[in-house]
């Protein structure tokens, strides 16, 4: 299960926290990753995080930072500096590994239901 929290209505520029509280992985030590989807566009890799490391999108690189804390089996987004741009629904998902530019690889079958991040001016 995947269960995605922390979104909001800020302005550009401001800050939010995403968190997401991952369970029932099929792999013994997955990566957890954001997805976010935005009307009209691509789906994208934000940002995952695995034992190897971290890796972000190039968009967001330098405004979020991904962080996970294995004893609660949960993970941050903070993201800072937010823009227009990143107004959408953001999905924590689980997998086998981080495989480049922010996505998740090997996907576990089930999503979070996401949450909803709106920067408006």
């Known amino acids: 299960q995947l269960q995605a929290s922390g979104g909001g209505l800020v302005q550009p520029g401001w800050s939010l926290r995403l968190s997401c509280a991952a369970s029932?992985?099929?792999?013994?030590?997955?990566?957890i990753g954001w997805i976010r989807e935005a009307p009209g566009k691509a789906r994208e890799g934000v940002s995952c995080?695995?034992?190897?490391?971290?890796d972000y999108a190039d968009s967001v690189k330098g405004r979020f930072t991904i962080s996970r804390d294995n004893a609660k089996n949960t993970a941050y987004l903070q993201m800072d500096n937010l823009q227009s741009d990143d107004t959408a629904v953001y999905h924590c998902?689980?997998?086998?590994?981080?495989?480049?530019?922010?996505?998740?690889?090997?996907?576990?079958?089930?999503w979070g239901q996401g949450t909803l991040v709106t920067v408006f001016s």
């Open positions: 998902a689980t997998g086998a590994y981080c495989s480049g530019d922010g996505w998740v690889g090997a996907l576990d079958d089930a």
């Open positions: 029932g992985s099929k792999y013994d030590d997955p990566a």
């Open positions: 995080i695995s034992s190897d490391g971290t």
